[in-house]
Every structure is written in C-alpha cells, then in structure tokens.
C-alpha cells in the first residue's frame, strides 16, 4: 500500500488544487460542487487518517482531473446526471457497482466508465488514486446520435474498460498526453480551441466506437459495419457519402445499389431507421462539421454550405443545431 505521502507527493495537475482536506464534510461538500452531491465514508479508519485531493483541470465539455483519498472510502453519488466518468487507477483499486454490473479496476489493469444515468456506488482502496476524465452528457449524447443516424438518447456504457489491449493503452496514454499538457500549460494558459477540439473529436470517437455501449449496434449498422446489412446499402451509402453535394437522384442510387427504388427505401428505413434524404443529409452535415473544423478565418459558412449542397440554409442551421448542439456559426467561430 502507498504511504500518504507517496499519493500526495506524486500528486498530477499539482498547480490545478481544488481540494486539499483531511476533513471528511470538507471533501464530500467541496468535491461534490466539482462533480455532483455525493455520500462520503471513511472505512475501516478513523476521520483523523481521512484525506482528500483533488486537482481539476477544465476545459472546453471536459476536463481532465487527479482524485486521491487516503486510506479506503465509500462514495455513493447515485445517477452523476450531467456528465461521464472515465476513472483510470494510479495506485490501490476500486470496486464499482452498478444495477448490473460490478468492476474491480487497478492500475494497467482495468478502468471503469461510468454513465449518468446508471446509479453507481464505489469503494476506493488502499490510498487509491485515479486520474479521471469528465466529459460532458450533452457532447456524448450528440456525437453518439450522429455517429448512428438518430435522435440523441441516452447512453449507457459498460463500465469496465480493459487497459491490457490495444484501444485501453491508447486510451490510457491519450489521458496522460492531456495531463502532461495541462500541466505544460499551467492554469493561467487555455489550450488552444484547436488542440481541445481535436482532443476531443479523437476521444468522442474512440469511446463512442470501441467501448461497447447502448448504442453500438446503431452505430455498427449506421456505419456499414454489421454484417446484416445487405451489399446494396452498403453501395448505396458509399455513392450518397462520395456524390453528396449533388442533387440526389433515385434512379441512379438504384443502379449502383443493384436494387429497385422501392425496395432501396423500405432497405435505409429497415437498416438506418432513416430515409434515403435523411440519411443524405446526415452525411451533408458531417461533411459541412468536418469543413468548418478546417476553413479558413476568411472562408464563409454559406459558401461551404453551398459547396456541400445545402439549398436551404434555414433548416441546414436548424438540423446542424440538432445534431451537433451548437450553430454552423458557433464550431466556426469556435476553432478559427
């Protein structure tokens, strides 16, 4: 077991401290205005041993944290409701109960995920400290709705993620690269729009599309990779995907599908729960996303609307707001 000194002495984010207490009202109070309300018990020893920290780095729809309590503590925040937790051990271990599951993580071995909307209660062991990813629900929520062609629902993770393999490792080492650049930073220096965004996007991604979930068979089928979808949607949203700034045409969708029209549409609202238009127009947006994320401060955003295909700026805003949570105007502004 690390002596106290040892997990506070190498403390990450050490010029980022929102919390340093060895009182137990203290930590749960401070600690819970960070995170969410929370129930807080020292376990098997007395308050007098109890000790917390807690250094949190923030960024734009997450943030980058190090949590340490001396000792062993039962945590009990319930539903976290507005974001997700992504708690990666550095020294002892911790037990995670969900309604359905129970994960026992440790350092390089297993980190555990959790959902705001699955009630979670926790044990930290053994002076257990944990660097822990907060990403925001609505972030979450939005990109996993893009990702599969829908309307943003919840989503609930499995909560134990395996650090052994390779997307643990590369996920593990991505945390790390952030801590170590935050600490680069310091608190009085923001990383650049960019940076947070590209930061971000990779981590959205990796999570959303290598940690199984509520929505990963959406996903999975939205993208082409389940093996139940037939060969003709596939060529089907490979030609919308590569033509999708023209006019969409039925007839020639059909011809490179190899399928008649008729049955081409019963096929996108069976495999994508989407029409053909609708699912066109999902593609539109990405691309428009990803080329707002690039252009120039002196580009503008109708023209690339209209490069992509857009017509009818009004409801491209409109349904650009819906899917990604924020205006064309607002990713522009944002990352130029």
């Not at 506070?8 to 401290?17: H, N, Q, V």
């Not at 909560?159 to 590369?170: D, I, N, Q, S, Y």
């Amino acid at each position: 077991m690390a002596t106290k000194a040892e997990v506070f002495g190498s403390a990450r984010l050490g010029e980022f401290s929102r919390v340093a207490t060895a009182r137990v009202d203290d930590a749960a109070d401070a600690i819970g205005r960070i995170f969410c309300p929370h129930e807080l018990k020292p376990i098997g020893r007395s308050e007098a041993d109890f000790s917390a920290l807690h250094n949190c780095a923030a960024f734009d729809g997450f943030s980058v944290n190090y949590v340490a309590y001396g000792g062993s503590v039962s945590i009990d925040p319930g539903c976290l409701d507005r974001f997700f937790l992504l708690q990666i051990p550095l020294t002892g271990f911790a037990t995670v109960r969900t309604a359905a599951r129970q994960v026992t993580t440790g350092p390089t071995r297993i980190a555990s995920l959790l959902s705001p909307t699955i009630p979670t209660e926790m044990i930290w062991h053994d002076d257990c400290a944990q660097l822990i990813l907060l990403l925001d629900r609505k972030l979450v929520e939005h990109r996993a709705a893009a990702l599969a062609g829908g309307s943003v629902r919840a989503v609930e993770f499995d909560p134990e993620v395996r650090l052994t393999g390779a997307f643990g490792e590369k996920l593990q080492a991505q945390v790390e690269q952030l801590v170590t650049q935050a600490e680069s930073l310091g608190p009085k220096r923001s990383l650049p729009a960019i940076a947070a965004a590209d930061w971000r996007e990779s981590c959205l991604n990796a999570l959303l599309n290598s940690q199984h979930h509520s929505l990963s068979a959406a996903i999975d089928v939205f993208n082409g990779r389940a093996e139940a979808q037939p060969a003709a949607l596939r060529r089907a949203r490979a030609y919308l995907e590569a033509q999708a700034a023209e006019p969409l045409d039925l007839a020639d969708l059909a011809d490179v599908a190899g399928s008649g029209i008729r049955a081409l549409q019963i096929g996108f609202r069976r495999h994508f729960g989407m029409t053909i238009s609708d699912v066109l127009l999902d593609i539109r947006l990405a691309q428009l996303n990803a080329r707002l994320k690039t252009a120039r401060p002196s580009e503008r955003i109708v023209d690339i609307a209209f490069d992509l295909g857009f017509t009818h700026l009004s409801r491209m805003a409109s349904a650009y707001r819906t899917k990604f949570g924020e205006t064309p105007k607002a990713t522009f502004r944002r990352l130029s």
